[in-house]
């Protein structure tokens, strides 16, 4: 979990930080709302976009979430 990684690691009054993890969240909700909107579409039958919305939000949720932790664990995330 990137917000208890954040506030372990004392980053969690980091403006910039929360910033990301809004943006995060704010994603992780479209992405869940986007998945509901094409059950719904699959159920009735009718061809819907959504799947490319899906990738791409998956997409800039897995960016932003290594972003994220690269940015709290800063150059000790580069290590193994």
Known sequence: DLVALTRRMGRERDPAVR???AQLSTYIDLGTWN???AKADAASGKPSAVT?????????IMKLSAEVALDVLGPA???N
């Open 19 to 21: 910033q990301k993890l």
């Open 35 to 37: 998945a509901q909107r």
């Open 52 to 60: 490319s919305v899906s990738k791409i939000l998956q997409t800039k």
């Open 77 to 79: 995330g580069l290590v």
